[in-house]
């Protein structure tokens, strides 16, 4: 794959915070971004130099935008893997549609961490009724039963206590098939974000430790508070995964320690990550930049990290009423998403707080450090 020169175009598929991100990295390389977005004033079209308004599945939309750029890449998986076709058809596309078919859905998610020797938690599929009975017999409860496809954020999921709960969820999730899920007894939940280029270089972020709070992400630390040894096997997990996926670009990773200490992957996302977001503050090179520079060809430099840090989204009215005192806060670096109506549940934005290198506090620290926005510890890892 040849370097893609300064003044070219890279496109973007998808409107987001992700795409946002990635195309003010792309403009610190000398890149122009253009978007392909539903939304004509969402965040990523507020700061790109081009913006094709269409569906993902509009062919005549996506070929104006293939026209347009000259190599593409997208930011969430929640998009045509059809059209991912017809645009690779027309200019270089990374990652592949190949890879983006196997994270939208998550048998064959599982299917290919089996296949690759990569650890997960107990599963089984579920077609119909029979198969969810056999599920829970072969699980035992609690176990979670999720649908396939489009769940992100604690949604498409519910966690089945009993057989008298099997109905319901079986005639509430959709579409189907569903995967249920074994319980694992998890001691936290880590990430790694992992770039590679067409030559087959790597470049691993080290290992984050993550918090959810109602299935939202809510706090990120780097880097994880688990033993180096751990931190190493987690690390080289995810090159092995990028490797198998012949991978080109960037790869959100996140797995669970077990209480064993023992790793399980949960699952994996080609594109910056929410729980990559400490990078832009505490890294030379943060991952919306690796992501730019693995598309498009320019080398990866080593995933350094100059200090520790906490991550923490800003959710909804609650948070960005706080706005004013997170802008206050010397130590509380904001990044704001551009989003204007704050919904309950909404990803609006985050900050990030920085300590020096193997300084990451304890508990009461990071409280104290997180200023207006300090909160009791999040109590769940959905």
Same mark, same amino acid.
């Given at each position: 794959?040849?370097?893609?020169?300064?003044?070219? &175009?890279?496109?973007?598929?998808?409107?987001?915070?992700?795409?946002?991100?990635?195309?003010?990295?792309?403009?610190?390389?000398?890149?122009?971004?253009?978007?392909?977005?539903?939304?004509?004033?969402?965040?990523?079209?507020?700061?790109?130099?081009?913006?094709?308004?269409?569906?993902?599945?509009?062919?005549?939309?996506?070929?104006?935008?293939?026209?347009?750029?000259?190599?593409?890449?997208?930011?969430?998986?929640?998009?045509?893997?059809?059209?991912?076709?017809?645009?690779?058809?027309?200019?270089?596309?990374?990652?592949?549609?190949?890879?983006?078919?196997?994270?939208?859905?998550?048998?064959?998610?599982?299917?290919?961490?089996?296949?690759?020797?990569?650890?997960?938690?107990?599963?089984?599929?579920?077609?119909?009724?029979?198969?969810?009975?056999?599920?829970?017999?072969?699980?035992?409860?609690?176990?979670?039963?999720?649908?396939?496809?489009?769940?992100?954020?604690?949604?498409?999921?519910?966690?089945?206590?009993?057989?008298?709960?099997?109905?319901?969820?079986?005639?509430?999730?959709?579409?189907?098939?569903?995967?249920?899920?074994?319980?694992?007894?998890?001691?936290?939940?880590?990430?790694?974000?992992?770039?590679?280029?067409?030559?087959?270089?790597?470049?691993?972020?080290?290992?984050?430790?993550?918090?959810?709070?109602?299935?939202?992400?809510?706090?990120?630390?780097?880097?994880?508070?688990?033993?180096?040894?751990?931190?190493?096997?987690?690390?080289?997990?995810?090159?092995?995964?990028?490797?198998?996926?012949?991978?080109?670009?960037?790869?959100?990773?996140?797995?669970?320690?077990?209480?064993?200490?023992?790793?399980?992957?949960?699952?994996?996302?080609?594109?910056?990550?929410?729980?990559?977001?400490?990078?832009?503050?505490?890294?030379?090179?943060?991952?919306?930049?690796?992501?730019?520079?693995?598309?498009?060809?320019?080398?990866?430099?080593?995933?350094?990290?100059?200090?520790?840090?906490?991550?923490?989204?800003?959710?909804?009215?609650?948070?960005?009423?706080?706005?004013?005192?997170?802008?206050?806060?010397?130590?509380?670096?904001?990044?704001?998403?551009?989003?204007?109506?704050?919904?309950?549940?909404?990803?609006?934005?985050? &900050?990030?707080?920085?300590?020096?290198?193997?300084?990451?506090?304890?508990?009461?620290?990071?409280?104290?450090?997180?200023?207006?926005?300090?909160?009791?510890?999040?109590?769940?890892?959905?």
């Amino acid at each position: 794959m040849n370097r893609l020169p300064p003044g070219r &175009v890279l496109g973007i598929v998808g409107g987001g915070q992700l795409g946002r991100m990635s195309a003010i990295a792309a403009a610190r390389l000398g890149y122009r971004a253009h978007v392909l977005t539903p939304e004509a004033d969402g965040p990523a079209a507020q700061v790109s130099h081009g913006v094709t308004v269409g569906r993902y599945d509009d062919h005549d939309a996506l070929r104006r935008f293939a026209g347009a750029v000259d190599v593409i890449t997208f930011e969430f998986e929640n998009i045509s893997a059809d059209g991912l076709d017809l645009l690779s058809g027309i200019r270089p596309v990374h990652p592949a549609g190949a890879i983006l078919r196997i994270s939208q859905d998550r048998i064959a998610e599982k299917s290919f961490m089996g296949e690759n020797g990569v650890p997960v938690a107990p599963w089984h599929a579920v077609e119909n009724r029979a198969d969810l009975d056999r599920a829970a017999d072969a699980l035992g409860y609690p176990f979670i039963l999720k649908t396939t496809r489009l769940g992100y954020d604690g949604k498409g999921q519910a966690r089945i206590h009993s057989a008298a709960e099997l109905d319901h969820a079986f005639d509430t999730l959709r579409p189907h098939p569903l995967v249920a899920e074994g319980m694992v007894r998890f001691a936290c939940e880590v990430s790694v974000m992992v770039a590679r280029n067409a030559r087959g270089d790597i470049s691993t972020f080290d290992v984050t430790e993550n918090r959810h709070r109602n299935g939202i992400l809510d706090i990120s630390l780097a880097p994880a508070r688990i033993p180096p040894a751990l931190a190493a096997q987690a690390q080289e997990l995810a090159r092995r995964i990028a490797t198998a996926l012949g991978l080109i670009g960037l790869l959100g990773v996140e797995m669970f320690v077990d209480h064993d200490g023992s790793l399980r992957v949960n699952e994996i996302a080609p594109r910056p990550h929410n729980s990559g977001h400490w990078t832009m503050n505490a890294c030379p090179v943060d991952q919306f930049e690796m992501h730019v520079r693995a598309v498009t060809g320019l080398p990866l430099p080593p995933a350094i990290r100059h200090s520790d840090a906490v991550m923490k989204n800003l959710i909804g009215p609650d948070d960005m009423a706080l706005w004013p005192e997170i802008l206050a806060a010397p130590r509380l670096l904001a990044h704001h998403y551009g989003k204007v109506e704050a919904r309950p549940g909404r990803k609006m934005g985050h &900050v990030n707080v920085l300590f020096p290198a193997g300084g990451l506090p304890g508990e009461f620290g990071v409280e104290a450090a997180l200023g207006p926005l300090a909160t009791p510890p999040a109590d769940d890892a959905a």
